[in-house]
């Protein structure tokens, strides 16, 4: 992936995106890899992805420490959740995501998740 800066906001090229393009929202950076949010339909993200043959989790409202083992791709069904990045991640910027987006979170990153609206989601680990 490639990153570059578009308008104040970090892009990486994403290869099979519609635009190929997904944003960061701009702030601290870093040398670790951001979250990165793409908004798609259902739809789209199931031709794409094939997200309905994905696992599927969900949980209520909470707040609960996070960590990755394996890059999660991720499709929000429904709900909303404010990722924050910790520890040596600490320096990536926190994604609010919510129904319609695709989401990547990088292998190994630790983070609280503070599920906002009662959160349901497809995922795939690589």
């Known amino acids: 992936l490639a990153s570059f800066i578009l308008l104040g906001a970090v892009a990486q090229l994403v290869p ?3 635009w190929g393009l997904a944003f960061q929202p701009p702030g601290k950076g870093g040398a ?3 979250i990165t949010v793409e908004k798609m339909s259902k739809e ?3 031709k794409k992805y094939g997200i309905s043959r994905w696992g ?3 949980c209520g409202v ?3 420490d996070w960590q990755y ?3 999660e791709t991720a499709y929000i069904l429904e709900g909303e959740v404010e990722i924050t990045p910790t520890g040596d991640w600490s320096s990536v910027d926190p994604v ?3 129904e319609g987006d695709l989401i990547t979170c990088p292998d190994g990153m630790t983070c ?3 599920v906002k609206k009662a959160i349901r989601k497809h995922f795939n680990f690589s």
């Open 62 to 64: 909470s707040r609960f």
């Open 32 to 34: 670790k890899p951001g």
């Open 56 to 58: 599927t989790w969900g």
């Open 96 to 98: 609010t995501v919510e």
């Open 16 to 18: 099979g995106s519609r």
């Open 69 to 71: 083992s394996g890059t």
């Open 112 to 114: 609280v998740w503070d």
């Open 44 to 46: 789209e993200a199931d």
